[in-house]
């Protein structure tokens, strides 16, 4: 049993159900075998905080039950996983906008417009078409998820929520330090100010999951050779 609140990691494979046709998966070699692989994307077990709306309330209702090690199969209709897609959600933007943030458009790259993720279909005569519409919308969809681990001590979760905050780190580059009331982050020193709302969100998913008092963050600056 998965409760709300719990920190849980999985493997995944997302199938069209009509084509059968993978669409997005956690495990490296399935993704080399349906021609998906993407060299830039880390395959690894998704590290997921159960009940807070990371997965579909579809995909939870069919896995909540699961125990460690174990894989279920199931199937969301279009309506249960992304909804139909809108042609109102194919937007034109100007290039402009997007030269002023030093971005430059090309078909098929995905952007952030706003609070949404959406894709580059064409640019033209000085305008970009986006599509917000979820990548997975209009499809019906077949899940295969296998629940690897659901974290039992705040260690445990404490380095899950790591994996998940912060992968894009270079490996050896941090160290977490786990004690009985506080939990300390060693991160380098430099690195861009976006780090800031990834390091608030992290502090209060830790507060929200585990039982440490204090949450610190330490910076390691390295003289050049």
């Known amino acids: 049993m998965i409760n ?18 993978v669409l997005d998966t956690t ?65 034109l933007v100007p290039l402009s906008d997007f030269k002023k943030e030093n971005i430059d458009p090309k078909p098929g790259m995905y952007i952030n417009l706003g609070n949404r993720q959406a894709k580059v279909l064409n640019v033209s005569g000085g305008r970009v078409q986006m599509d917000l519409n979820h990548e997975f919308s209009g499809r019906d969809l077949d899940y295969k998820i296998t629940l690897k681990k659901v974290c039992a001590n705040d260690k445990d979760k404490a380095q899950a929520l790591y994996t998940k905050y912060f992968f894009f780190m270079p490996e050896g580059k941090t160290k977490l330090n786990v004690s009985d009331k506080e939990l300390e982050l060693i991160i380098p020193g430099t690195l861009p100010k976006e780090i800031e709302y990834i390091k608030y969100t992290f502090i209060q998913s830790v507060f929200e999951t585990c039982n440490f008092s204090n949450v610190k963050f330490s910076e390691n600056y390295e003289k050049k050779q």
């Open 27 to 91: 495990i490296e070699s399935v993704a080399k075998e349906s021609n998906i692989y993407n060299s830039k994307t880390k395959y690894q077990p998704l590290v997921v905080i159960f009940g807070k709306g990371e997965l579909l309330k579809g995909v939870e209702e069919n896995i909540k039950d699961l125990d460690s090690g174990k894989t279920k199969e199931f199937s969301l209709t279009k309506d249960k996983a992304f909804g139909e897609r809108d042609s109102k959600l194919i937007q």
């Open 4 to 21: 709300n609140n719990d920190i849980i990691e999985i493997d995944l494979v997302i199938r069209d159900k009509n084509t059968k046709d």
